[in-house]
């Protein structure tokens, strides 16, 4: 379709949505696109999918308010973002089989740059974890090499931008209760719950 056809009736929806997506198909042929993003339904309620030409780069939770990731995003990776939903297909699809208990690892290329030093080899531990077990926070201060570092665990934890891909939620206190949780405490629940199922 060409760009001045899709111009001539911007008040018709579906001439508007040909119009995103020739746009978005052509921003990130050309490589314009800083970061495409998507939401996607799951049992711990919508997420917020992010990536770079490099990989995921965020997973949000709704209670993180996306206006909010997104305006972070922009902040921290660069201005150029857009709702663009095929660079995301196979995160959902990855997403979607874990949540249906026929994915226990992901394979999806990651983007860690909004997290650095100490919290980023704690996340880079993260997936160690073998799907149904749990580690302490201890545990992780140890795997990522500080043992003392019990507290700053807690911390990698609450601001682990990957969330669920990155399974910070097998992540538990010493005496096994849930602790935080960016996604809250039900969420943590519901996911530990799914993979002991």
């Given at each position: 379709?060409?760009?001045?056809?899709?111009?001539?009736?911007?008040?018709?929806?579906?001439?508007?949505?040909?119009?995103?997506a020739?746009?978005?198909?052509?921003?990130?042929?050309d490589q314009?696109l800083?970061?495409?993003y998507?939401?996607?339904?799951?049992?711990?309620?919508?997420?917020?999918?992010?990536t770079?030409?490099?990989?995921?780069?965020?997973?949000?939770f709704?209670r993180?308010?996306?206006?909010?990731?997104?305006?972070?995003?922009a902040?921290r990776?660069?201005?150029?973002?857009?709702?663009?939903?095929?660079?995301?297909?196979a995160?959902?699809?990855?997403?979607?089989?874990?949540?249906?208990?026929q994915?226990?690892?992901?394979?999806?290329?990651?983007?860690?740059?909004?997290?650095?030093?100490f919290?980023?080899r704690?996340?880079?531990?993260l997936?160690?974890i073998?799907y149904?077990?749990?580690?302490?926070?201890a545990?992780?201060?140890?795997?990522?090499?500080?043992?003392?570092?019990?507290?700053?665990?807690?911390?990698?934890?609450?601001t682990?931008?990957?969330?669920?891909?990155?399974?910070c939620?097998?992540?538990?206190?010493?005496?096994?209760?849930l602790?935080?949780?960016?996604?809250?405490?039900?969420?943590?629940r519901?996911?530990?719950?799914?993979?002991?199922?």
């Amino acid at each position: 379709m060409r760009l001045t056809r899709a111009l001539d009736r911007p008040d018709d929806d579906a001439h508007l949505a040909d119009l995103h997506a020739h746009l978005a198909q052509r921003a990130e042929q050309d490589q314009l696109l800083d970061v495409s993003y998507r939401t996607v339904a799951s049992p711990v309620g919508e997420l917020l999918l992010a990536t770079t030409q490099v990989g995921l780069v965020r997973v949000a939770f709704a209670r993180e308010d996306f206006d909010q990731v997104l305006s972070l995003l922009a902040d921290r990776v660069g201005p150029r973002i857009l709702a663009h939903v095929a660079p995301l297909d196979a995160a959902a699809r990855e997403l979607e089989e874990y949540f249906t208990g026929q994915r226990r690892r992901f394979d999806l290329p990651l983007d860690l740059r909004l997290t650095h030093g100490f919290r980023r080899r704690v996340v880079e531990q993260l997936p160690t974890i073998d799907y149904g077990s749990t580690a302490s926070y201890a545990e992780m201060a140890r795997r990522a090499g500080s043992e003392r570092a019990v507290r700053a665990v807690g911390s990698a934890c609450a601001t682990n931008p990957l969330p669920v891909v990155l399974p910070c939620h097998r992540v538990l206190r010493t005496d096994g209760s849930l602790g935080g949780y960016l996604g809250g405490p039900e969420a943590k629940r519901t996911l530990l719950a799914l993979e002991a199922a």
